[in-house]
């Protein structure tokens, strides 16, 4: 069929490359080359950029700190294929010691995270918040691996993270291979991810703290008296059921009143808060112990017979005296009394009887000494 113009027919497109010289078909070669290469680089960023933007959402609706540094973690290695990512902490920051609580019911944050000291961490990454990109003389680096971990990595990213505005520690990320993290590439990406981080650990340190003051006493940060008589009701129950023995301790410190009167409340709160740590660091790991009210504490003792509860509170007591609390260079030593029960020592048909009876104990005990209020014991 002819066209309108001329009666010539409608020919294909003419592609005049092979009427081009030499030097100007390699020139076109190269261009088209080069915009090829552009595009897949396109390409990858937004793929890269897309991940990071997961990871991002993610951690964005997480508000606890087990959780959080899990899906952090996980996360990371599954959509980027790494070998080794894990947290370095500073210790002694509110989140390294929020995050250690944690250590214990996660076995992934026991193998990904290690705490640092400041000096220590700030001699390896400096105080920038610009992520670091390393792939030589990388040994000094295994000071920030997580205990008993080694890693073979030839090339390392540490992505400095922030609370607070200031440096609580490092995501790391590590690969087998020395050009993953070669220093040049551009690390916008995780500079942004970081400010992520750092916002999330705002909003995640917020829900955990109302979520611990709601289970703790906020002085001693014992577990409070309502959750001390739920626990106590369901290991009165497991004794029952399992035909174990379960021992209950009630204390009181002795002459408080006295020590507020003298030396005020806030060493008589110091006081309470040096007691309760004593304490928290003598007991097991199925123990608990707790401030019931003021200077009254409660230690629920599962399969513990009434002599071996006795043998504990000797232990309790010489530890307390052989530490006493120092105000102004002086040792005050102050001392307590308590009643201690067992579920095979009566019959008890509630935990609250068991309770009852503790107490019942200390004030015997406290009302047998008829004594009239002593001096604080001093030790210059």
Known sequence: MCSRHGGRRDLPPHDDTNALSPGRKQFKEA???N?????????????TARKFHDVESRILSVLNYEDFF???????????NLPFVWIS????????????????SSQLLREKSNLIERKAFEALVGTTTTPILMNDDLLPCRRLFPENREYLIKSLALVPITWNGEIIGSLNLGDSSDQRFKPGIDTSLLARLALKVSLCLSNVTAHEKLRFLAFHDPLTELLNR???EKILEREFKRAGRYDSELS????????????NDTYGHDEGDRLLKHFAEIMRGMIRSSDVVSRYAGDEFVIILPQTDIVKAEQFMERISTAFSESPLEIEGT?????FSYGAVSTHSGEFETHGELLKRADHLLYEKKKAR???PLKLAVQG
């Open 226 to 228: 309502r959750v001390m």
């Open 70 to 80: 899990e899906v952090l973690l996980s996360e990371i290695m599954v959509r980027f």
């Open 331 to 335: 040792k005050i030593s102050v001392g």
């Open 248 to 259: 209950l301790v009630f204390i009181d410190l002795d002459h408080f009143k006295q020590m």
């Open 89 to 104: 902490l500073i210790q002694g920051s509110e989140v390294s010691e929020l995050m250690e609580q944690s250590l214990g």
């Open 35 to 47: 915009y090829i290469r552009m595009m897949d680089l396109l390409r990858d960023n937004e793929i």
């Open 370 to 372: 008829k004594e009239a």
């Open 31 to 33: 261009v088209m080359s």
